[in-house]
């Protein structure tokens, strides 16, 4: 079966820098995507990483290690606005495979 | 169109009826996707097309379920004899192609069966 596990939900300050993790278990692999998702709106996409190493998009930062089944996404100087849940999803011969989100709450 | 739509956006359905959800993909858009997605829940991948072939509907829960993207365009997912489980918001994505390319999602059609 696959795997995807993310923490439930985190809490952090805002201009504060923030790491979210995803692990996953698949049955094969060809990519692993972090997308944001605000409240009832639609999944939109942060990054994309295929090899090991980290990617970097501006505040937003996104980690893979394929060995580990391992990846991050780290969030710089926080703002309110990055209140939202993310999602980690993991590509397997044109199926995506998303975790449950982390549910993540910017405090002023 | 600018962004991936779906229509209707909601519906709200009896029991034992029929309901046809559509998508309309990003313009040249190949692959489409169907996804389910539970409230506080990643989506749950249904099926796929690139063009119009269905290239796996795995994820489809049972044969009540089926999708046709016939002119390698428009999307229908179709739900027959629906059930109370099947209440769910419905999103499709598409991507210009294959499994490496970014994926635009809808906005979804949350289905409320009574």
């Known amino acids: 079966g696959q795997n995807i596990d993310q923490p439930t939900e985190m809490t952090a300050t805002e201009g504060a820098i923030v790491q979210i993790n995803c692990t996953y278990q698949?049955?094969?692999?060809?990519?692993l995507f972090w997308y944001q998702q605000h409240a009832g709106e639609a999944p939109t996409f942060l990054s994309y990483?295929?090899?090991?190493g980290l990617e970097e998009k501006g505040r937003f930062s996104s980690f893979l290690s394929r060995s580990k089944g391992y990846s991050y996404l780290l969030l710089k100087e926080l703002q309110m606005k990055d209140s939202a849940s993310y999602l980690c999803?993991?590509?397997?011969?044109?199926?995506?495979?998303f975790g449950s989100g982390t549910k993540l709450n910017v405090k002023p | 169109g600018a962004g991936v739509s779906q229509s209707p956006r909601y519906k709200v359905t009896k029991r034992g009826q029929d309901v046809a959800l559509r998508c309309d993909p990003i313009?040249?858009?190949?692959?489409l996707y169907w996804y389910r997605q539970a409230l506080g829940q990643g989506p749950e991948f249904l099926t796929y097309?690139?063009?119009?072939?269905?290239?796996?509907k795995s994820g489809l829960p049972n044969d009540r379920f089926s999708a046709e993207r016939p002119e390698g365009s428009i999307s229908t997912l179709t739900i027959q004899r629906t059930e109370q489980r099947d209440s769910a918001m419905y999103r499709c994505?598409?991507?210009?192609?294959?499994?490496?390319?970014?994926?635009?999602f809808g906005p979804g059609t949350r289905l409320l069966v009574l």
């Open positions: 313009s040249g858009h190949v692959s």
């Open positions: 097309f690139n063009y119009e072939a269905q290239q796996d």
């Open positions: 999803a993991v590509s397997n011969f044109n199926k995506f495979y």
């Open positions: 994505a598409s991507s210009s192609s294959g499994e490496r390319e970014t994926q635009y």
């Open positions: 990483n295929v090899l090991d």
């Open positions: 698949t049955s094969g692999f060809n990519g």
